[in-house]
């Protein structure tokens, strides 16, 4: 029990500049919410709820265009697909005998920052520094929604702007360090940059969405690096995502 307390306590500290991020960034998506015609508990109720940037963004965009019911599911659909893949990769970071409850509520908040933080750990990942994050992160993401839907139009646009690049900060602070300690990570790091570019000048890949072509990429480059550079491991443990 004093282990998870300071796991989780672990958590928190980690999930504070998270969450200061999630503040600024889902400012802006709280604008998108009231242009889109959500009043100010509506769009802090689905920032609770879904917990997923690109995703809420596409909705709350879709929404304003008067799209139909089956157009937004299968935009979610397509954007939110690469959560999938997280959560694969996420299952083989977690205890083998772990309780399934504990999956459920790692599960229902996936998305890109607390998933760079989980994977970084050198071992195993402990569940309640998972929790502990999702403790601080959670609110900050939706409190920035209600702040961005109730006073966001007071702000200038160029503040607004501003504060929508925070999360590439956030970014940088995940995959920097551990680029440091592995060249095969900085190889993989500066690949995935360099084909994310090609494929979004490619006229070809241009039209693609932008979650698509993320998942394409992360299929073929995370494939390409295991297969030239697979991680040893002592014993071999079951994945469920194969079962």
Same mark, same amino acid.
């Given at each position: ?45 689905? $920032?609770? %709820?879904?917990?997923?940037?690109? !995703?809420?963004?596409? #909705?709350?965009?879709?929404? =304003? /265009? ?94 607004? $702007?501003? %504060?929508?690049?925070?999360?590439? !900060?956030?970014?940088? #602070?995940?995959?920097?360090? =551990? /680029? ?64």
């Amino acid at each position: 029990m004093n282990t998870n307390r300071k796991q989780f306590s672990r958590g928190l500290r980690v999930g504070i500049p998270i969450s200061l991020g999630y503040l600024a960034v889902s400012f802006t998506l709280g604008i998108t919410a009231k242009n889109a015609g959500l009043s100010a508990f509506q769009a802090t109720l689905t $920032s609770l %709820l879904v917990n997923a940037s690109a !995703g809420q963004y596409a #909705a709350f965009t879709m929404m =304003a /265009a008067q799209g139909g019911y089956l157009e937004i599911a299968i935009l979610e659909a397509i954007t939110n697909a690469r959560y999938i893949l997280m959560s694969c990769a996420l299952s083989q970071k977690l205890p083998p005998n772990g309780k399934l409850w504990h999956r459920l509520v790692i599960g229902f908040n996936v998305n890109d920052e607390l998933f760079g933080m989980a994977i970084a750990e050198p071992d195993k990942l402990k569940p309640a520094y998972y929790f502990g994050m999702m403790a601080a992160a959670m609110p900050g993401w939706a409190l920035g929604t209600f702040l961005g839907t109730s006073v966001g139009n007071v702000l200038p646009g160029n503040v607004i $702007s501003a %504060l929508s690049v925070g999360l590439y !900060g956030m970014f940088l #602070a995940v995959i920097i360090p =551990a /680029a440091k300690k592995s060249k095969v990570i900085l190889g993989v790091v500066t690949v995935s940059m360099a084909a994310s570019f090609a494929l979004e000048s490619l006229p070809l890949f241009s039209q693609m969405a932008s979650g698509t072509r993320l998942i394409l990429l992360t299929i073929v480059i995370a494939g390409g690096a295991a297969l030239l550079f697979p991680v040893r491991e002592e014993k071999k443990e079951e994945d469920p995502c194969e079962s």
